[in-house]
Each structure stands twice: as structure tokens, then as C-alpha cells.
């Protein structure tokens, strides 16, 4: 089942760390295991444009759409058994430890 990992800036999280940032080791043992199907980093939220349509208008908002210190900062998608192997795998991320990780099942269209 295919799962999506939304990383997620916290401005309360214990502060940056870049020695204790093991992203690359994370990236690896999700490509050995066989379960990385793609993932990257966003930019952020300034650089954001939010699309609505109303009344046949296209309407265009820059930056996102709610109002939070957090931003949802990057993405992996990963394909595991279950839920318990997706959140073994968040776990992992170093943005666990410096922010947040949310892991949510992909809805396939049907």
C-alpha cells in the first residue's frame, strides 16, 4: 500500500541539528528496501501560489492557504505493507526528531 509522507516544518521541535541530519542514510535504506518510490523537497511557503475556482472565476492567492508557522517542507512516497512498516519508516526521518513526519495512506482513484 502506498503511503505519503508529508515532512513537516515545527518551530517548537528541538532546534536544527546538521551533524545529527542522517537523511542520506534514510534515503538508502528505503531504496534497499525496495519501498522509495519518489520523494523531494518543496519550497517554501512565500514561494507558494493557492488555485481557487469560484463562480467560473479562477481565482489566485500567493503564499498557501491557511495561516501557521508550520509548512509542509518536502515529500516521500513509499509503498509497504502497512501502516505499522510507514510509520517504522517515518520514524526514521530525520525530520521526526527537527520537525514532523505525516504519514498518510494514498486514496487511489478508482
Known amino acids: 500500500m502506498e503511503y505519503l509522507l ?8 528541538p532546534a536544527y541539528v ?7 542514510e534514510w534515503a538508502a535504506e528505503v ?3 525496495g519501498v522509495a518510490r519518489t520523494g ?5 511557503p512565500s514561494d507558494a501560489t493557492t488555485v481557487t475556482v469560484r463562480d467560473g472565476r479562477t481565482i489566485l ?5 491557511t495561516e501557521t508557522r508550520e509548512w509542509i517542507a518536502g515529500f516521500d512516497l ?8 510507514a510509520i517504522e519508516i517515518a520514524a526514521k526521518h530525520p525530520m ?3 520537525g514532523r513526519v505525516e504519514v498518510r495512506p494514498v ?4
Request: net charge negative.
Open 40 to 44: 523531494n523537497r518543496l519550497r517554501p
Open 96 to 98: 521526526a526528531r527537527f
Open 61 to 65: 492567492t500567493d503564499g498557501p492557504f
Open 6 to 13: 508529508f515532512i513537516v516544518s515545527d518551530p517548537a521541535a
Open 78 to 85: 513509499i509503498d509497504v505493507a502497512d501502516v505499522d512498516e
Open 18 to 24: 546538521p551533524e545529527e541530519d542522517n537523511i542520506e
Open 31 to 33: 531504496e534497499t528496501r
Open 107 to 110: 486514496w487511489p482513484m478508482e
